[in-house]
Antibody, heavy 121, light 110 residues
């Protein structure tokens, strides 16, 4: 079955960097785009970024553009989110999600269990 | 990329039907047939219930249905069951391969 396992979360000071990973299994990772979505108790779910199946196309929410970078390594079935210049309002649970099958743009299908990022001094 | 508008809470008794609305604009819901709905139980990851306005993934009961009229999408749950109690989020494509979520609706089964 489809499985997505996020890792790399933790506590980090404002202005520092963190890289999240999402290990995929149970499906053909190389043919599906992938999303990152984050969630806070205050703002609920917020879409962060999406990457095409081959990594050639990447799109970001305005709130993270220029600070976050989505990438993937299809040889390792792994998705990444490099987060730079972190701010306290980036504190959230971060989920990776596989896209629904079909021609893009496609929404989120199966989600991982999430990894928690806390930005605090 | 403003959030879509959902009611904070809805409720219904077992066996009844409830409808959750999701209001957007012509730049998101009204502009694309790409509305999806997610169920989230406490401490769990969201689960896809409806995509492309009214399509159900395999395994989702046909008690769940979706629709759209203009800039507003709706999720209807018929034959309400205790296990349907959860938070529900709508999501829409918002152009240029970006996405926007609603603030979430807490469904209580009385």
């Amino acid at each position: 079955q489809v499985q997505l396992v996020e890792s790399g979360g933790g506590v980090v000071q404002p202005g520092r960097s963190l890289r999240l990973s999402c290990a995929a299994s149970g499906f053909s990772f190389t043919i599906f785009g992938m999303h990152w979505v984050r969630q806070t108790p205050d703002k609920g779910l917020e879409w962060v970024a999406v990457i095409s199946y081959d990594g050639s196309n990447k799109y970001y929410a305005d709130s993270v553009k220029g600070r976050f970078t989505i990438s993937r390594d299809n040889s390792k079935n792994t998705l990444y989110l490099q987060m730079n210049s972190l701010r306290p309002d980036d504190t959230a649970v971060y989920y990776c999600a596989k896209v629904v099958s079909g021609a893009p743009p496609r929404p989120m299908d199966v989600w991982g269990q999430g990894t928690t990022v806390t930005v605090s001094s | 990329q403003s959030a879509l508008t959902q009611p904070r809470s809805v409720s219904g008794s077992p066996g009844q039907s409830v409808t959750i609305s999701c209001s957007g604009t012509s730049s998101d819901i009204g502009g694309y047939n790409s509305v999806s709905w997610y169920l989230q139980s406490p401490g769990k990851a969201p689960k896809l219930m409806i995509y492309d306005v009214n399509k159900r993934p395999s395994g989702v009961p046909d008690r769940f249905s979706g629709s759209k009229s203009g800039n507003t999408a709706s999720l209807t749950i018929s034959g309400l069951q205790a296990e349907d109690e959860a938070d529900y989020y709508c999501c829409s494509h918002a152009g240029s391969y970006t996405w926007v979520f609603g603030g979430g609706t807490k469904l209580t089964v009385l």
